[in-house]
């Protein structure tokens, strides 16, 4: 199978995305922001149209666009600190609505359909060299600001007394995310982009361990999840973003049913030992 080009090119890119999602999900995750994920991944799609009717390069385009989505929901946090839902919503409209005005235009001689269920063959080198790009830049910037950024996510308001710059952070966490998501969405797509940020912490979260432990089993996850549904995807000749979204909620299930047959076994084991 790695025998042809264009799934070489996207195992390099599964690689990277797989611990890349995990380790800006957690921290969505941690702070309740996973429908944000959502957002921005949708936003993402209008980013790809600007970029293919301008002629550049669509992944690019999907960062810068979402980049500036990801900024302006944490400015209206601002004027809507009690509705964050309707923050989303004004975004989604924003996004969604400039992406099918375009699409529905005529004017865009691409097709923009493999970015909304992900596709093997669309992958090009220079999508593997941004890919690759916007993959350690980020990761580094999260080793840079990890405690802050951990501050933030238990305890927005502690931070901010304790002297971390809140706002700053967080417009560098958009950005981290539209990171994330204009790297993914090659393979994974639009539609279930959101399910590779949250669902390997979800998972994680299940095995009770500490922050770096689930952090480090939410990679864990996320390498499975999307290297089983990219190999799958071939031989079932599918769209590999679908495919990966259901293994992701396997395993999800799976790990919940063997953390309850333990609860259950050592339950039985307890009455006996007393």
């Known amino acids: 199978m790695l025998s042809y080009g264009f799934m070489r090119n996207a ?8 611990i890349l999602c995990p380790c800006i ?10 429908m944000i994920g959502d957002t921005l991944s949708h936003a993402s799609l209008a980013g790809v149209t600007l970029g293919l009717l301008c002629g550049g390069n669509p992944i690019f385009g999907a960062f810068v666009f979402t980049s500036l989505c990801g ?7 601002t004027y809507f600190k009690k509705y964050t839902d309707l923050i989303l919503t004004i975004v ?18 691409a097709n923009a359909d493999s970015f909304l269920f992900g596709s ?5 080198r220079l999508d593997m060299v941004l890919v690759a790009v916007l993959s350690a830049v980020s990761v580094l910037t ?26 700053a952070i967080n417009y560098v966490f958009s950005i981290l995310a539209a990171c994330a998501i204009s790297a993914s969405i090659r393979i994974v797509g639009v539609l279930v982009l959101s399910s590779m940020i949250a669902l390997p ?21 996320s390498v499975i999840d999307i290297l089983v549904g990219l190999f799958a995807s071939f031989y079932f000749n599918v769209a590999p973003g679908g495919f990966t979204a259901l293994v992701s909620v396997a395993v999800l299930v799976l790990v919940l049913l063997a953390k309850r047959v333990r609860a259950r ?10």
Do not use: N
């Open 71 to 77: 900024a302006l929901i944490e400015f209206l946090r």
């Open 201 to 221: 912490v979800a998972t994680a979260l299940q095995l009770g361990r500490g922050f770096r432990g689930t952090l480090i089993f939410s990679v864990v996850f």
């Open 11 to 18: 195992f390099f890119v599964s690689i990277f995305i797989s």
């Open 142 to 167: 999260v080793i840079f600001l990890y405690d802050q950024m951990l501050y933030i996510s238990y305890d927005e308001e502690a931070a901010k007394v304790a002297g971390v710059k809140v706002r």
């Open 120 to 124: 093997v063959l669309t992958v090009t």
């Open 25 to 34: 999900g957690i921290f969505l995750v941690l702070r309740r922001y996973s």
């Open 92 to 109: 989604l409209a924003l996004s969604v609505g400039t992406a099918i005005t375009i699409i529905s235009s005529g004017r865009l001689h």
């Open 265 to 274: 076994i050592r339950g039985a084991r307890g009455p006996q030992k007393a």
